[in-house]
């Protein structure tokens, strides 16, 4: 069938294809991907470190973001930022596209004695126990998506975060990594190159129905700290209206 658009997502659908399969991080059947990408655990990628991230700490040690409540983290990966805020009291929710890193998550979860519940899935189209949460954590899944599919990112957002809720957004940062071309150039492109630069103000503009409490630059940290930090991100904290 030829004229098969007839929904928002149809078209949504269809724009997902207008990238090259080897570009694809962020539909189903980008799971292989992740998985190849989260198989070797010695890798040594900063990231794969069970340390939680310098500005979520900074958050709750200021008091800006407070136990307890429900979280839900978005491509939560090996589940370093789920666990610490599940020893904190917090009820999590934790996706992830890739069965691997789900798997590593639980056993880490396992280790340190906390209930997280993971989910392996489509960020879209997961199902979740709950209808809303406090909290939504993002720590790298929204820079692997295409433009159009920020609409997608922004309809979840107003299904799932309850009104006076908090989201937490870390992402490429312009000058630092990441592509800055312009949307219309990805898609002439086919590619994402690796993942989409962000700036302040056009994270401000994406939420610009959200108020926003902070937007910095992720603090490095040294190589023995606690805490995950790295000088490619930008790291962003808004707060949901109240109805």
């Known amino acids: 069938m030829h004229r098969d658009i007839r929904t928002t997502e149809d078209v949504l659908r269809l724009l997902d294809r207008l990238f090259l399969p080897e570009a694809d991080r962020w539909t189903d059947e980008a799971a292989g991907w992740w998985d190849e990408f989260y198989a070797d655990r010695?890798?040594?990628?900063?990231?794969?470190?069970?340390?939680?991230?310098?500005?979520l700490v900074s958050y709750l040690d200021r008091g800006l973001l407070t136990a307890p409540g429900r979280v839900?983290?978005?491509g939560a990966g090996p589940g370093r930022n789920a666990i610490h805020l599940a020893s904190l009291?917090?009820?999590?929710?934790?996706?992830?596209?890739?069965?691997t890193a789900v798997a590593w998550a639980e056993e880490r979860a396992a280790e340190a004695g906390v209930d997280v519940r993971f989910h392996c899935g489509n960020i879209f189209d997961v199902e979740l126990p709950h209808r809303q949460y406090d909290l939504v954590y993002d720590s790298g899944c929204l820079h692997h998506l295409p433009p159009h599919r920020r609409i997608s990112y922004l309809a979840l957002l107003d299904r799932v975060l309850a009104p006076g809720g908090h989201l937490v957004v870390n992402a490429f940062a312009a000058g630092a990594m990441g592509s800055e071309l312009p949307d219309e150039?990805?898609?002439?492109?086919g590619r994402l190159e690796g993942g989409l630069a962000y700036t302040p103000d056009e994270l401000r503009h994406l939420f610009s129905e959200f108020t926003e409490v902070e937007i910095r630059p992720m603090v490095p940290q040294p190589a023995g700290s606690p805490l995950f930090g790295i000088p490619v991100l930008l790291s962003a904290l808004f707060r949901h209206p109240r109805a």
């Open 42 to 55: 010695s890798a040594g990628r900063p990231f794969f470190a069970p340390k939680p991230d310098e500005n």
């Open 72 to 74: 839900l983290d978005l």
């Open 89 to 99: 009291g917090f009820e999590v929710d934790a996706v992830d596209l890739s069965p």
């Open 185 to 189: 150039e990805l898609y002439r492109n």
